[in-house]
């Protein structure tokens, strides 16, 4: 089954220091993209970074970067610098490539920046 | 321009009752997909439009469920009757034609069936 598990439910983070958000995910294609999604309180998804598999580079986005670690079936997203607009659901997500390209979620992670 | 509408925002409706859910994506964007988040869990897909023609409905949980995107503009999600499970938030998002576009998502439409 195709699935993405990210384990920590919450993270809280002061205001300017760094926090990684960790994603696994289980897939038996080799083809794929990977995605971090955040979700603001009461507000639209929006794409924060992502990563094709075919490239060992790690996608890097201003403050936003991941550790890709395909071997592992690891994507992990580290927000450095963070700020208070951080605040957010973020959802680890996958999407293979060709087929219907639907995207599989995890459950998210609540991120909480303290001032 | 203008991003992924949703109406309504919220809905609260009673068990055996039918709601429609509505999703306008971004004017030219041929993708549009619908899912859904049950409140703890995971944002699970439930289907994919092209244009008008439907690429994949596995992700449907019955036949409750009736999605229709006429001309290829906007989509409809309808459930009739609805049931207590499907409480949660709908999200509906586009992208143009491309496997590596981005979705768009909308602010989602939260129903509550009581």
């Known amino acids: 089954a195709q699935t993405v598990t990210q384990s920590q439910p919450e993270m809280s983070v002061q205001e300017a220091e760094t926090v990684t958000l960790s994603c696994t995910y289980d897939t038996s294609e080799s083809d794929y993209y990977l995605f971090w999604y955040k979700q603001p309180p009461s507000r639209q998804m929006i794409l924060v970074i992502r990563q094709e598999a075919y490239k060992q580079q790690n996608a890097t986005e201003n403050r936003f970067s991941v550790n890709f670690q395909k071997a592992a079936k690891s994507f992990s997203l580290k927000i450095s610098d963070s700020q208070l607009g951080d605040a957010a659901m973020y959802f680890c997500a996958y999407r293979i490539q060709g087929g219907s390209e639907k995207l599989v979620f995890g459950k998210g992670t609540k991120l909480t920046v303290n001032p | 321009e203008a991003g992924v509408t949703q109406f309504p925002s919220h809905s609260v409706i009673e068990k055996g009752q039918t709601v429609t859910l509505r999703c306008d994506p971004i004017s030219g964007h041929d993708n549009l997909y619908w899912y859904r988040r049950v409140m703890g869990k995971e944002i699970k897909f439930l289907l994919h439009f092209v244009k008008e023609s439907k690429q994949d409905e596995s992700g449907m949980p019955n036949n409750r469920f009736l999605a229709e995107r006429t001309g290829g503009t906007y989509s409809t999600l309808k459930v009739q009757p609805a049931e207590l499970e499907d409480s949660g938030v709908y999200f509906c998002?586009?992208?143009?034609?491309?496997?590596?576009?981005?979705?768009?998502f909308g602010n989602g439409t939260r129903l509550t069936v009581t």
């Open positions: 998002a586009s992208s143009p034609w491309g496997s590596y576009s981005p979705l768009h």
